[in-house]
């Protein structure tokens, strides 16, 4: 099965903090995603990478970076933690092409305070 | 400019029901629309995914109906159970190696 790991599930930080959010996946994919979900606004991309040390940017991409140093890991920096980066964050995986299934991790949810 | 519109927002449907949820887009070069399903806590998995040149998928209870010339498709799913209910999100893409784009989720629950 495939496994997707966001490390951390529930982070409570303060305004202004460095935040880091980890995801591992285990199943050789090319394709990484961070995705922010809200009630009522679904799923947005926040930055996506199809390759080691690539990235692109997604449609909310403000306020967030990602480092992707190795194929299997894709990390989402918050570079200064704001009240309106509280969300439910989640990573997914897939290989590359249109058509092939995305794999989601369990999400994290952060809450700045 | 939101690309794939999804409604109802959310659902209440009588168990034993068929439970309807429809998208629709506007981008003529999405080719790959698929239905992705979360429980609480827990991230989405795909359910059901069509390619345009069929007009219907079925798989178990689910089915999706895709209409191309009115650019939309819709989630049928059929007696619906309550371990049914959860939030469903329609997506589309375009060939070749680009994001999904979703629908904004629709919380279905399903009542005994």
């Known amino acids: 099965d495939v496994k997707v790991t966001q490390s951390s599930r529930y982070l409570v930080k303060r305004t202004g903090e460095k935040v880091f959010l980890e995801c591992v996946q285990d199943?050789?994919?090319?394709?990484m995603f961070w995705y922010r979900q809200d009630p009522g606004l679904g799923l947005r991309l926040i930055y996506f990478?199809?390759?080691?040390?690539?990235?692109e940017k997604g449609d909310i991409p403000e306020g967030y970076s990602v480092s992707r140093e190795k194929k299997e890991r894709f990390s989402l920096i918050l570079e200064s933690a704001s009240t309106n980066q509280t969300s439910m964050y989640l990573c997914?995986?897939?290989?590359?092409?249109?058509?092939?299934?995305?794999?989601f991790g369990e999400g994290s949810w952060l809450t700045v305070v | 400019q939101q690309q794939v519109k999804q409604s109802p927002q959310s659902l209440i449907v009588q168990k034993g029901g068929i439970s309807i949820i429809n998208c629709a887009y506007e981008?003529?070069?999405?080719?790959?629309f698929p239905w992705y399903q979360q429980f609480p806590g827990k991230g989405p998995a795909l359910l059901i995914a069509i390619r345009p040149d069929v007009s219907e998928k079925k798989e178990g209870r689910f089915t999706i109906s895709f209409n191309k010339s009115a650019k939309q498709f819709s989630l049928h799913i059929m007696d619906s159970q309550p371990g049914d209910s959860a939030t469903y999100f329609c997506a589309a893409s375009i060939a070749g190696n680009t994001p999904l784009v979703f629908g904004k989720g629709t919380r279905l629950s399903v009542i005994a």
């Open positions: 199943m050789d994919h090319e394709n």
């Open positions: 990478s199809y390759d080691v040390k690539m990235k």
């Open positions: 997914a995986s897939s290989y590359p092409g249109g058509g092939n299934t995305i794999y």
């Open positions: 981008n003529t070069a999405f080719d790959y």
